[in-house]
Nanobody, 125 residues
Framework: QVQLVESGGGLVQAGGSLRLSCAAS????????MGWFREAPGKEREFVAG???????LYADSVKGRFTISRDNAQKLVYLQMNSLKPEDTAVYYC???????????????????WGQGTQVTVSS
């Protein structure tokens, strides 16, 4: 079955960097758009970044210029490189698969499914 497993979270000081990974299995990874979302305490899940099957990217305004999403289709991995981290980036980060193959990226969480368990990112000031 479809499985997504996030890793790479941790505690970092403001201005620091982290790289998150999402390992995918159970589907033809190269034909699906993938997204990173985050959920902070007391807030709704929000879009962070997405990458489509051909490498096109989409970012939330709050992370443009600081975060970079990438994918390795051979290894079935999606990465989120996070630089210049801010305390407001603190959240649980989730990887999701677009519902349906070869569909365009969106920033709506209900367009994604098969969420992983999440990885905690904490940025101290």
């Amino acid at each position: 079955q479809v499985q997504l497993v996030e890793s790479g979270g941790g505690l970092v000081q403001a201005g620091g960097s982290l790289r998150l990974s999402c390992a995918a299995s159970g589907f033809t990874f190269s034909t699906y758009s993938m997204g990173w979302f985050r959920e902070a305490p007391g807030k709704e899940r929000e879009f962070v970044a997405g990458i489509n099957w051909s490498g096109g990217e989409l970012y939330a305004d709050s992370v443009k210029g600081r975060f970079t999403i990438s994918r390795d289709n051979a290894q079935k991995l999606v990465y989120l490189q996070m630089n210049s981290l801010k305390p407001e980036d603190t959240a649980v980060y989730y990887c999701g698969r677009r519902k349906g193959y070869r569909l365009p990226l969106t920033a709506r969480d209900y367009d994604y499914a098969s969420w992983g368990q999440g990885t905690q990112v904490t940025v101290s000031s």
